[in-house]
């Protein structure tokens, strides 16, 4: 198999065989003169050269526009770690695909990659991030199951099931499910089991669990995705079966298009980070 270049990275998103997805950068933004209404700055291509250069005292990677080090928005270098050259590639990719105007929601790997740096800095934060993740799992939109419409309930057996199979015989824990208004709690067994499973994970894979946890709002689906069991089509679809329903029932309105393809391009970023 040939290496991927930047050129090659760059064909692959133009033909949109590697999905986009992100959670936006953090935004700069700009005041109107009455300080009441504020709008996003337009930010144009400055750079004309994106490359990746190894930095052989970290042995990381670094993403240089113009031979300049690009940073978070925390002020750090975004680097990648030496075994992720491929990621690195695919960052670079997304600031070589920028034409005249930057548009941020079209780096979501870049983002990604950010927020794992910037929280990196805080010794406490993955205790933090870990127990935010857990009280997901309580309210797992997997685990409330609506008894009607017909079709959603069909939904449901397809896309949730099989992913609290997986779950309960991969974990050896019992994953409790309900179909009325009451709020779960699970156990604690299965929690701590759960808990044990994400502290091994290491800080880029857990930005990538925590951003797919939130996307999808369940803990479960993040955990099939970032473990490969599920593809980023199938954690999508998982995550939109309320509005896949209603689409069968009453047809397509753009904003659930917009809603879904924004989903995919979140999950996206997740795949790309946690494959190579």
């Known amino acids: 198999m040939n290496p991927l270049t930047l050129s090659t990275i760059k064909r692959m998103i133009n033909s ?3 999905p986009c997805s992100a959670l936006l950068l953090q935004n700069k933004r700009r005041f109107s ?3 009441q209404k504020e709008e996003p700055m337009m930010l144009k291509r400055f750079w004309k050269e994106v490359t990746i250069q190894l930095n052989p005292d970290t042995q990381t990677y670094e993403i240089l526009l113009d031979k300049r080090a690009l940073k978070t928005p925390g002020g750090s270098k975004l680097t990648v770690p030496f075994s992720k050259k491929h990621l690195a590639l695919l960052i670079a990719g997304e600031w070589e695909s920028q034409n005249h105007i930057l548009k941020q929601h079209s780096l979501p790997l870049t983002s990604l990659v950010s927020i794992y ?3 990196n800095k805080n010794v406490n934060m993955k205790h933090e991030v870990i127990n935010r993740l857990l009280r997901y799992f309580d309210n797992d939109t997997i685990c409330y199951h609506e ?4 079709s959603l309930v069909e939904l449901q057996k397809k896309y949730w099931l099989p992913i609290i199979d997986w779950v309960q015989t991969t974990y050896n824990i019992e994953v409790k499910t309900t179909d009325g208004i009451s709020g779960l709690k699970q156990s604690e067994n299965a929690k701590e089991k759960l808990k044990n499973i994400i502290e091994n994970f290491d800080s880029l894979k857990l930005s990538a669990f925590e951003r797919a946890t939130m996307i999808s709002k369940s803990f479960l ?10 593809s980023v089509e199938e954690a999508s679809k998982a995550s939109s079966i309320e509005t896949i329903s209603q689409t069968e029932r009453w047809g397509e309105l753009d904003a659930h298009g917009i809603e879904n393809e924004d989903i995919k391009r ?8 946690v494959m190579f």
Not at 221 to 230: C, D, H, Q, R, S
Not at 266 to 273: D, I, M, P
């Open 117 to 119: 740096i910037d929280k």
């Open 33 to 35: 003169s009455n300080k």
């Open 147 to 150: 008894p009607y419409p017909d």
């Open 221 to 230: 689906i993040g955990l099939a995705l970032v473990e490969n069991k599920l």
């Open 266 to 273: 979140h999950l996206g970023s997740v795949a790309c980070t």
């Open 16 to 18: 949109k065989i590697i």
